[in-house]
C-alpha cells in the first residue's frame, strides 16, 4: 500500500489555487480498500483537510494474494469476480465510513476478457442492486466514472434503490483527459433522475 505524502500535495494545492484564481480547486482523496487498512487511513485523513474522500476497491483478497481484476480473470470464471468484487463491496461500505463517494463500482469492466462475450448488467442486477442498497442505507454518493464503460442500467438501479447522489470522476490520470466523456455522463445521470448543483464539483441530487 502506498501512502499520499500529504504536505507538497496540499501544498502544490495552494499554489494552484493562488495560480489560477477563476478556479474552485478542492483537495481530495481516493483511499483503497480502507475497511481493510484502518489505522493507515485514520493516519492519512488526520493529516490533512480534505474536501472530498473516495472509497474503492481494486483487488480481491485470495489467500495470502491481492490480485486485480486482470490477473483474477486468469483465476477464476468471469462471473465469480464480478460477483465477488461486488460483494466485497458491499463489506467495504459497511466497513467503514472514512469516505463520501464509492468510486468506480463497475471497476472489473475495464478489463473484461473477450472471450467472456459481451458483457450483460442484466446478468449481474441483482449484485448490483444489493451493493447499490448498501451505499444508499449509508447515505453516500455514488460515482460515475467515465474510464469504463458508461453503463445506464447501473446509475438508474442507484436511483431506483434510493440512491441521493452522484459524481462525476474521469480517473485521467493525465491533464488531457480530465472531464474525458462528462457530457455522456451528465445526459445519463438526467435520465437516471439526478440535476447537478450550482457548480460543477458539487454532487448531483435527485431531481424528484
Known amino acids: ?19 489560477f484564481r477563476g478556479l474552485h480547486v ?7 480498500e480502507p475497511h481493510w487498512h484502518g489505522a ?24 495470502r494474494h491481492f490480485p486485480g481484476p486482470d490477473d483474477l480473470y486468469q483465476l477464476r470464471p468471469a462471473a465469480w469476480v464480478i460477483r465477488e468484487y461486488l460483494a466485497e463491496t458491499a463489506r467495504l461500505i459497511e466497513g467503514t465510513d472514512t469516505f463520501s463517494v464509492l468510486a468506480h463500482i463497475d471497476y472489473p469492466l475495464r478489463y ?16 448490483f442492486r444489493h451493493t447499490l442498497g448498501v451505499l444508499a442505507d449509508s447515505g453516500r454518493a455514488l460515482e460515475i466514472n467515465t474510464e469504463g464503460p458508461l453503463l445506464p442500467e447501473i446509475t438508474r438501479w442507484w436511483h431506483e434503490e434510493g440512491g441521493t ?15 474525458d466523456r462528462f457530457a455522456e455522463a451528465t445526459a445519463m445521470a438526467e435520465a437516471s433522475g439526478f440535476q447537478p448543483g450550482s457548480h460543477p464539483y458539487e454532487f448531483w441530487r435527485r431531481a424528484d
Open 1 to 19: 500500500m502506498v501512502l499520499l505524502d500529504v504536505f507538497p500535495y496540499l501544498d502544490c494545492l495552494q499554489r494552484c489555487r493562488e495560480q
Open 26 to 32: 478542492i483537495a481530495g482523496v481516493e483511499l483503497g
Open 40 to 63: 493507515a487511513v485514520a493516519r492519512l485523513l488526520s493529516a490533512g483537510q480534505f474536501d472530498r474522500v473516495l472509497g474503492s476497491l481494486h483487488c480481491l483478497r485470495l489467500g
Open 112 to 127: 473484461w476478457p473477450h472471450e467472456a462475450g459481451r458483457f450483460d448488467p442484466g446478468a449481474f442486477e441483482e449484485e
Open 165 to 179: 447522489a452522484v459524481a462525476l470522476g474521469s480517473d485521467a490520470h493525465e491533464p488531457a483527459r480530465v472531464a
